[in-house]
């Protein structure tokens, strides 16, 4: 069974710093296209960064330039170290495992705010 967990969303105030994990099981970690998605209320569920299994990474326009994705392979997790958030980047954010078939974690929130 294809399991995503994500961890590490909280609050923070504007201009500091988050990492998210996303524990994955290891038959979709390892073939899969891995990635980060979030959802604001009220919008659409939105690309943030991914990461394919050999290593090359694609962010979002908002993601560029502030966001890192990573992975562990010993580990099977990926993260998203998210550094100068700002108030636009609070949303629900969604661990994405893409192999053909899309899985998804259950969310994990994340606010900024003063």
């Known amino acids: 069974q294809v399991q995503l967990v994500e961890s590490g969303g909280g609050l923070v105030q504007p201009g500091g710093s988050l990492r998210l994990s996303c524990a994955a099981s290891?038959?979709?970690?390892?073939?899969?296209?891995m990635g980060w998605y979030r959802q604001a209320p009220g919008k659409e569920r939105e690309l943030v960064a991914t990461?394919?299994?050999?290593?090359?990474?694609n962010y979002a326009d908002s993601a560029k330039g502030r966001f890192t994705i990573s992975k562990d392979n010993a580990k099977n997790t990926v993260y998203l170290q998210m550094n100068s958030l700002k108030p636009d980047d609070t949303a629900v954010y969604y661990c994405?495992?893409?192999?053909?078939?899309?899985?998804w974690g259950q969310g994990t929130q994340v606010t900024v705010s003063s």
């Open positions: 994405n495992g893409d192999a053909g078939t899309k899985y």
């Open positions: 290891a038959i979709i970690f390892k073939f899969a296209v």
């Open positions: 990461i394919q299994p050999n290593g090359y990474t």
